[in-house]
């Protein structure tokens, strides 16, 4: 797979979501579905906008006992997406677990990513809420580490970790990395964040662009203008 651009649809409704994509009359992005619209349309929101020809990244962030992640994870490989996710926190054995349940008869499977430390969860918080007394970053490579053990594809990180992950677990293990801005755009409630352009050059293999382009004025055009920066 090659690097993409993934739009996050935040929007809380089905009809929102079509509306939004309807604009797409050219190429069809790849779309994140999360949590909020999983739960509030249920399965088949995915796959209504799988058979309007968009690749998925299912992300609900799965974290369970390795029997319930497995399981959990073949019913939705039946959803046939192309990418879905879990914590590593999980432990490395939940990991394998998901990998055998997503792995579908006939050994196809949606790629598979870890999300290691939220970037909401701070060195103070995790200390003090979490007991984990290691540097952050420590934490997040070691993760890393665990995930490319277990067999996954890769990880959801800021793309100023991007390098540092395919340092400590090879070119091919794939960044997913949010937290991307224009340089001339909002930042919002983002604290790190790197343009399109600055996130090819630091090798982030996808990049997950939410507010900048479903808030902007011509949608289509911001998308346009992140995939000239980022794969064109
Ligand atoms: O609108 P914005 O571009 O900030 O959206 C980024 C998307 O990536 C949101 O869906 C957000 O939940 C998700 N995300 C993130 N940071 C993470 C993991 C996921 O911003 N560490």
Avoid: W
Avoid at 31 to 49: H, S, T
Avoid at 103 to 128: C, K, Y
Avoid at 160 to 186: I, N, Y
Avoid at 194 to 207: C, E, L, R, V
Wanted: with cysteine; proline share 5%; glycine share 8%.
């Amino acid at each position: 797979m090659g690097k993409d651009v993934i739009i996050a649809c935040d929007f809380s409704s089905r009809e929102a979501t079509l509306e939004f994509l309807d604009k797409f009359t050219g190429r069809k992005p790849f779309v994140k579905i999360g949590m909020e619209l999983f739960y509030a349309e249920g399965p088949q929101i995915v796959k209504d906008i799988k058979a309007r020809g968009h690749k998925i990244f299912l992300d609900l962030k799965l974290h369970d006992i390795p029997n319930t992640v497995k399981k959990s994870m073949a019913v939705l490989s039946r959803l046939d997406v192309d990418m879905t996710n879990l914590h590593a926190a999980g432990t490395i054995s939940m990991m394998q677990g998901a990998l055998e349940g997503l792995t579908r008869p006939d050994g196809t499977r949606p790629l598979l990513i870890a999300v290691t430390q939220l970037t909401s969860t701070d060195q103070e918080r995790m200390e003090n809420d979490l007991l984990i007394k290691e540097p952050i970053d420590k934490v997040v490579m070691h993760y890393a580490k665990n995930a490319e053990i277990a067999g996954l594809d890769g990880v959801v990180c800021s793309p100023l970790e991007a390098e540092k992950v395919h340092d400590t677990c090879g070119k091919s293990f794939l960044t997913v990395t949010p937290g991307v801005r224009f340089a001339d755009g909002d930042i919002g409630d983002q604290k790190r964040v790197m343009t399109p352009a600055q996130a090819k050059k630091i090798g982030s293999d996808y990049i997950v662009v939410g507010r900048p382009i479903t808030a902007a004025e011509d949608p289509v055009a911001a998308y346009e203008r992140c995939c000239a920066e980022f794969i064109d």
